[in-house]
T-cell receptor, first 113, second 110 residues
Framework: ETGVTQTPRHLVMGMTNKKSLKCEQHLGHNAMYWYKQSAKKPLELMFVYSLEERVENNSVPSRFSPECPNSSHLFLHLHTLQPEDSALYLC????????????FGPGTRLTVL | GESVGLHLPTLSVQEGDNSIINCAYSNSASDYFIWYKQESGKGPQFIIDIRSNMDKRQGQRVTVLLNKTVKHLSLQIAATQPGDSAVYFCAVGNNRKLIWGLGTSLAVNP
């Protein structure tokens, strides 16, 4: 596999729930990313962390809250989501920054009811 | 704004034939170009990349061609195999920004 794991693989939640997505990379990389993948849309970069500091936040609604406690782990905390937030959420890591090859996890398929 | 587009959302080829997937981009300042492959149930997987100082790069059974004049990028897969069936994405970058295309779904017929 790619060295990037994501849990859970599938998640169904109501609009009032709070849940978290977890990503872990075993590649010794310094940058981690959250992407949203929706049908018929390009991959959307949500957040970028480099050396555990958030370096990019692409106008993502505050109902998505990332956390990077160390260079190997990345979380995406979800609360009061909307049905249009249903998508595949992909985590990726790379050596230093976005110009380096990114290694993706398998994604979490999120359904918001 | 910047955009990356693909000419065909789907492509169907016979096993053993060569496949060509095309991508167009809008920003002439783009300086790196990447192809990813995404199989069902998996995340995108890096295939090959090319920098703007090159116009061709070859890997194992894959070749990427870059035409900066017309802002066009292509991925060629030689002797396409059933295992090549996937969605192929191009991503185009400059500085610290990476723009993704929509993806071309490649189906390989036996």
């Amino acid at each position: 596999e790619t060295g990037v794991t994501q849990t859970p693989r599938h998640l169904v939640m109501g609009m009032t729930n709070k849940k978290s997505l977890k990503c872990e990379q075993h590649l010794g990389h310094n940058a981690m990313y959250w992407y949203k993948q929706s049908a018929k849309k390009p991959l959307e970069l949500m957040f970028v962390y480099s050396l555990e500091e958030r370096v990019e936040n692409n106008s993502v609604p505050s109902r998505f809250s990332p956390e990077c406690p160390n260079s190997s782990h990345l979380f995406l905390h979800l609360h009061t989501l909307q049905p249009e937030d249903s998508a595949l959420y992909l985590c990726a890591s790379s050596q230093v920054d976005i110009r380096d090859t990114q290694y993706f996890g398998p994604g979490t398929r999120l359904t918001v009811l | 704004g910047e955009s990356v587009g693909l000419h065909l959302p789907t492509l169907s080829v016979q096993e053993g034939d060569n496949s060509i997937i095309n991508c167009a981009y809008s920003n002439s300042a783009s300086d790196y170009f990447i192809w990813y492959k995404q199989e069902s149930g998996k995340g995108p997987q890096f295939i090959i990349d090319i920098r703007s100082n090159m116009d061709k790069r070859q890997g194992q059974r894959v070749t990427v061609l870059l035409n900066k004049t017309v802002k066009h990028l292509s991925l060629q897969i030689a002797a396409t195999q059933p295992g090549d069936s996937a969605v192929y994405f191009c991503a185009v970058g400059n500085n610290r920004k990476l723009i993704w295309g929509l993806g071309t779904s490649l189906a390989v017929n036996p």
